[in-house]
Each structure stands twice: as C-alpha cells, then as structure tokens.
C-alpha cells in the first residue's frame, strides 16, 4: 500500500515513523514499542493501528530479514470502506447552499473527516426547537450491546437528557433535514430522527464511537434498519458558557459549542482507523442544547 493512502499514516509524524522503525531494527519488541507510544498518550486502538501501519510499510519497502526479530503483530482485520455523506467543498467555497439558505463554512479536515458550518438554523430555528423538545426529554440511554435485539440502556458515560424527533414531525425539523440532505448530498430516508441532548453543569458524553461495533451481539439487528452509521451532524441549538465542546481526543480537536453550528463529522469504515473518535466535554458553566443528526448507509427504518 503506498504511504499516503493508509490512513493510519497520517496521523504518524515523520519522526515518529523513524523511531518506530529505529525500535524494530534494535530488537526492541513490539509491546514495549506499543507501550511507549501509550505512556506519550496514544489510545491503544489508534497506537496499534499506527505500530502496524509504519511496519508493514516499512516492510514493504525493505528486506524481511531486517525484522526477523521483531515479533509479529497481529494483523487487524479492517472493514473495507464504504461510501460515506460529504460535502461540495472543492474549490474551497465561503458557503454552501443548503437549498433554502447559505451557510457558512468555518473549517474542514480530511482525517478525522471534520466540516463545521454556520447557520444552518437560526437563533429563533434553535429556541424553537429547544422548546419543542423540553417536555420530552428523558435520560440518555446507549446502544446495549450484549442485546440481541438492539435494545438500550443507562450508561454513566452519557449523563445527558435527550428526546428523538420523529423524520419530518415538524415544519422546523422537516426544513433542517431536507438542508442537511441537500449539504450531504445524502438522502433525508437514510438519515434517523434528530435526537436533542440536553446537558447540565457537569454534564458530559465520554469519547466514543458512533458506529455500531462489529462482532457485538447487538449489531445484526441494528445494522437490519438500515446498515451501518457513516456520519454525524451535530448542531449546537445554544452556547454554553463554558465547556461542552465536542472533542476529537485522537485528532486534539476541540469544536467550541457556539448556537447555530453544525459539526459533520463521517466514517467510511467501523474502524478506529477514522479518527472518529469524539465526545461532548463537560459543561462547566450553563447548559448545553445539542441536536445530532446520524445517517446510515441505507433508507432507516
Ligand atoms: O454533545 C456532543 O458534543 C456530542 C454528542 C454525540 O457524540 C452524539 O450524540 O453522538
Ligand atoms: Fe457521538
């Protein structure tokens, strides 16, 4: 595989590419490499991917028998990719035209895929929906994922309230799909109802995937509704006063909660390999209104 397309590589500095290579040459072994790259702060998922990215690579280009001592890492099997939502962002427009309005394009980045947008509700379009979804919030459940029927339950994880609108319940949701499928280029069928969070002081989403896992009892059965989640938008319905930024802990990217911003987010493969690993970051002062947005591969059902 060339270097540039394994996405693993990018996320390895070239420096840090040559001391893995330098440590395999040295005879040191692999899980004392790995652990190094754990103590300077990598989570073990990304590390591995990394370790094994480097070396194979590595390997690719020079002789075998230079690692003859280096103990063999398993090989991870890694989903193929799948087409994902994405925006029209060649060209580098300001704005993108949603259908009904222009919004603005703040920043994208290619891995983790990242496109944050402004204005894709209006204040009174957030309040509106804050209001709408206020009576019937409930505490946040997660996929359970020994469940063989894709049932939920209480995880200490997500100590947030959320509500989901029905697809098209309302005037304001309606617009904001058929806006959001417009962007996406992704149809408003294979998207799930928008769910509102509401957090607290305090309050947070630890880091987390939003794919379904594969290989866990739950998955068959929520992969039957429409096959995998290939991206999120999440829209900031107010600001908090401080904290509650969405985070991005392998890509050190934090996206400040501001009313009115939207966060794409999208993963082509159920792969820690995406950098999509994310989290709502505790409210530290004020509240936080958020509405996600997570689209499937197919029509959902
Ligand atoms: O609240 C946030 O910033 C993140 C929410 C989230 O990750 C989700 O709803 O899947
Ligand atoms: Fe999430």
Known sequence: MPFSSNPHLASVTPELRQW????????????KVLQAMLDAGWTEDVALAALEAVLTE???RNKPEQFENMPAIAKSDEPESVPVPDLALSGSPSFLDAGDRNVKVVMHLKLPRVVVLEGLLTPQECELMIELAKPRMQRSLTVDSQSE????ELNDDRTSEGMFFERG???VI???EQRIAHLLGWPVENGEGLQVLHYGPKAEYKPHYDYFEPGLPSTSALLRRGGQRVGTLLLYLNTPVSGGGTTFPNAGLEIAAQQGTAVFFSFDKPHPSTLSLHGGAPVVEGQKWVAT????????H
């Open 20 to 31: 893995i290579v330098d440590q395999a040459q040295a005879g040191v072994s692999a899980p």
């Open 58 to 60: 590595h390997l690719q």
């Open 149 to 152: 029927e894709g049932g939920d």
């Open 169 to 171: 319940e309302h005037p």
């Open 174 to 176: 309606a617009a904001l």
């Open 293 to 300: 947005k997570w689209l499937r591969e197919r029509a959902f």
